[in-house]
């Protein structure tokens, strides 16, 4: 199972917040069905940050609904400013958000296939001409593999040590 990866990596707060709610409410505001590792994520871990100011979307709440929301808007304004060729939710296959760092990078899943096996985008904040690179899935997968620096150019390319693999429990600001 791919949270048990997490899990052995970077251990849940022992109180958690916002892990509890219905996910019917965000797979219909989106028109999509959300992956079983990020609703076990979620479930498990809540609201809160990972290393480097990585805030995994927490779709349970309406605060982690809105800002994908803005993020999908936002992003959709810079396709269209930098005249981009990537594709946005609710295109399928499509970009859609489920997180951001505190290098105003946005993650996203490539909606392709089903979404237990979608690939992991990494977007960033200006205009690029790089074409999309799309990592492995599932996301609880991607993230050990970017907390344990498979990733180089990610997380602001600054590896993380071993005492920085924590989560941070509580509500981010929107």
Request: with cysteine; charged share 20%; hydrophobic share 35%.
């Given at each position: 199972m791919a949270l048990e990866e997490i899990l052995n990596f970077i251990p849940p707060p022992a109180e958690t917040v916002d892990t509890s709610?219905?996910?019917?409410?965000?797979?219909?505001q989106f028109g999509l069905t959300l992956p079983t590792d990020f609703k076990q994520?979620?479930?498990?871990?809540?609201?809160?940050e990972f290393p480097r100011g990585l805030v995994v979307a927490n779709l349970l709440t309406q605060e982690g609904r809105d800002k994908v929301g803005e993020d999908l808007s936002r992003y959709a304004e810079l396709k269209d400013t930098?005249?981009?060729?990537?594709?946005?939710?609710?295109?399928?296959?499509?970009?859609?958000?489920?997180?951001s760092d505190e290098n105003g990078h946005l993650?996203?899943?490539?909606?392709?296939?089903?979404?237990?096996q979608w690939g992991i985008v990494q977007l960033y904040h200006?205009?690029?001409?790089a074409p999309l690179k799309?990592?492995?899935?599932?996301?609880?997968?991607?993230?050990?593999?970017?907390?344990?620096?498979?990733?180089?150019?990610?997380?602001?390319?600054?590896?993380?040590?071993?005492?920085?693999?924590?989560?941070?429990?509580?509500?981010?600001?929107?």
């Open positions: 709610g219905d996910w019917a409410i965000a797979e219909q994520l979620i479930e498990t871990y809540g609201s809160g930098c005249e981009h060729e990537y594709i946005l939710h609710p295109e399928c296959p499509g970009l859609f958000p489920w997180g993650y996203c899943w490539w909606t392709e296939g089903e979404p237990d200006r205009c690029e001409d799309i990592f492995p899935g599932p996301l609880t997968s991607f993230l050990v593999r970017l907390m344990s620096n498979s990733y180089t150019n990610m997380l602001g390319g600054v590896e993380l040590e071993p005492d920085q693999l924590r989560f941070i429990r509580g509500r981010q600001p929107v």
